[in-house]
T-cell receptor, first 109, second 115 residues
Framework: ETGVTQTPRHLVMGMTNKKSLKCEQH?????MYWYKQSAKKPLELMFV???????ENNSVPSRFSPECPNSSHLFLHLHTLQPEDSALYLC????????FGQGTRLTVV | KQEVTQIPAALSVPEGENLVLNCSFT??????LQWFRQDPGKGLTSLLL?????REQTSGRLNASLDKSSGRSTLYIAASQPGDSATYLC??????????????FGGGTRLMVKP
């Protein structure tokens, strides 16, 4: 248990669906991150939030929409995804140290 | 912009060998350097964290060193075991407590330890 919780752990969605991934931490961290990891590929940074403000958007398509309502919660809203978006989505938070959630395994059909 | 590189990308060794994984970073103004382990399809587990003021950290058979001036960190694994097989990632954290953070990862080293 790292203190970073992601839900759901697994998600299957159609290309026309709208779904959201949730990340929660109560470590008092002010930075939160979304990463994407496709099969056998390195981690890809998607978004970074510091003090609830987005500080990094790594050229992510608009079908991925992040939301950070407070320093403890981070969402990734998904809309009209493509099969190539199937991947492991990891959330992390940091202050003096970084911790990761267990990830959401997303399959787009 | 910080860039982190890990060499080698993959490594296969027989059980019992001592091995060294390398990590280099371009901007030495880091807050800390963290090593993670990732098993296939899983999240990342933190192994060791070295603060920017420290030179090394040890945990069991693992030892990590940091040389900020040269932009390098190494992870030393002693007496490797098949259970050590995983992908090892290093990450440089900029900012730190009460400051804007940015965490930059290397591409990882995929380690296989053969029985």
């Amino acid at each position: 248990e790292t203190g970073v919780t992601q839900t759901p752990r697994h998600l299957v969605m159609g290309m026309t669906n709208k779904k959201s991934l949730k990340c929660e931490q109560h470590l008092g961290h002010n930075a939160m991150y979304w990463y994407k990891q496709s099969a056998k590929k390195p981690l890809e940074l998607m978004f970074v939030y510091n003090f609830k403000e987005q500080t990094e958007n790594n050229s992510v398509p608009s079908r991925f929409s992040p939301e950070c309502p407070n320093s403890s919660h981070l969402f990734l809203h998904l809309h009209t995804l493509q099969p190539e978006d199937s991947a492991l989505y990891l959330c992390a938070s940091s202050a003096r140290e970084a911790f990761f959630g267990q990830g959401t395994r997303l399959t787009v059909v | 912009k910080q860039e982190v590189t890990q060499i080698p990308a993959a490594l296969s060794v027989p059980e019992g060998e001592n091995l060294v994984l390398n990590c280099s970073f371009t901007d030495s103004a880091i807050y800390n350097l963290q090593w993670f382990r990732q098993d296939p399809g899983k999240g990342l587990t933190s192994l060791l964290l070295i603060q920017s003021s420290q030179r090394e950290q040890t945990s069991g058979r693992l030892n990590a060193s940091l040389d900020k001036s040269s932009g390098r960190s190494t992870l030393y694994i002693a007496a490797s075991q098949p259970g050590d097989s995983a992908t090892y990632l290093c990450a440089a954290l900029e900012g730190g407590d009460n400051a804007g953070n940015m965490l930059t990862f290397g591409g990882g080293t995929r380690l296989m330890v053969k029985p």
